[in-house]
């Protein structure tokens, strides 16, 4: 019973810096003015992280919304590990909280938010997930990495940095609440093996 | 994780994972929507050789909220009451292709048994008088969502010891947390050999329920079980609660943040009043809700991950 996603993300200085910390934080303010400026403001947003570092930037992305219009945007997390569907190929994963704002997502444009978007699965789990909470109005994806090789019919509204990669590399998010540092790193074949 | 036997098969981390998980199968309980689809196509058979009221439906529906196929199967009304043995009971729905078997059993030892003999994963609900390891869960839980982090809290277990498997698992979880458990009981109902079930400091036991009830944190009364007495364990009912009952006088010693648990049914008037079963301190009916969660938990932790 250990979380396989824990420990994917810590290494320390393994492969190339393709974000930096700056970077990160140009990425979620320009995506905070895309939002706005596509829903014509912020009346009837909700921000849900998926968990751990989908949740982080969640509540980095609400701040930054809050610095460009001065509103409070409700933001919570979903988690999505009883909706995923390899559960039967993976050990146990554990389930993370779920925290849903009390004005809940009914007629809301919910922006949904994860660190990376790959083969789609997780965000196809988040929108079953979804679905048993309530009917939104809208739901839009913001991701801070976009790396490409989508299994399903899934794309982002809103992306930080788009990152072609080979299905070999691994691309590891790092972020100061959860790993003490902000960056995005690729990891090749070799590294990540000898890592 | 593949079997639930014992609550000796649980060791810190994993007690705390599954009350983790726990919690948020419980907020599922206030959504519309209550149900998940992580079990979906797995099976689920509730094997019950005795009586159960809370345990059977919470595993039922717990099962039922993950989105498994739920089997009941009850002693009565099945092939038991033509004699079948349990072995042959047991691979007879096993060979049906089912994933999980959810037994209770009166014989203390069953669901070890049956485990061995089927390749479906065993959840012990209760054998005889020897253990029910997803009750201890759920008052664990229970407590920890009123009182806090266990480690070092005082858990006063209180009355028929003897016929009671719930105290065997409970005294097990509640040492893995870290608890001081004290266990109080008439000589009459007191098991023997108590004093091997335990070489911990945290564990102590008395026959003097007043000299310890203004310590405890928690009081968790058990119920008298008259359908497995045969003999005379107290003179009278009327003498059991005056020494060993949670009447209004004890319910008024109680320390303050102290609370009441009792895993059901109760016997209101013997071992505890109803001044104190719906007092604004007791969790016995905190207890009955987090007993779905408790039960998804496991269920996803035992069903929801590989077959390893």
Known sequence: MQRPDSQNNNAPSAGRVVLSADDVTRALRRIAHEILEHNRGADDLVVLGIPTRGETLAHRLVAALAAVEDVAVPVGSLDVTMYRDDLRRQPMRAAQPTRIPECGVDDKVVVLVDDVLYSGRTVRAALDALGDIGRPRAVRLAVLVDRGHRELPIRADHV???????H???????????????????????????? | ?????????????????????????????????KKLPTLRGRTLVNLFFEDSTRTRSSFELAGKWLS???VNVSAKGSSVSKGESLRDTAQTVAAMGIDGLVIRHPASGAPHQVAQWVDASVVNAGDGTHEHPTQALLDAYTMRRQIGDLAGAHVVIVGDLTHSRVVRSNLILLQTLGARVTLVAPPTLMPSG??????????????????????????MMLRVQKERMSGGFFPTPREYTVGYGLTRDRLQRMAKDAVICHPGPMN????????????????????????????????????????V
């Open chain 1, 160 to 166: 930080g940095k788009n990152l072609p990669t080979a």
């Open chain 1, 168 to 195: 070999s590399e691994r691309v590891h998010v790092r972020l100061f609440e959860d790993d003490g540092a902000d960056e995005v790193r690729i990891l090749d074949q070799e590294e990540v093996a000898g890592r």
């Open chain 2, 1 to 33: 994780m593949k079997h639930l036997l014992s609550a000796a098969d649980l060791d810190k981390d994993q007690v705390l994972e599954l009350l983790a998980t726990a919690e948020q199968m419980h907020e599922l309980q206030d959504r519309e929507v």
């Open chain 2, 68 to 70: 498994a196929d739920v």
């Open chain 2, 194 to 219: 108590v004093q091997s079930w335990s070489d911990t400091d945290g564990f102590a036991t008395t026959y003097d329920f007043d000299e310890v009830l203004p310590t405890a944190d928690v009081v």
């Open chain 2, 268 to 307: 209101r008037g013997l071992e505890i009043t109803a001044d104190a079963a719906d007092s604004a301190r007791s969790l016995i009916l905190g207890q009955v809700s987090s007993g779905v969660a408790v039960r998804m938990s496991v269920l996803y932790h035992l069903l929801g991950g590989a077959n």
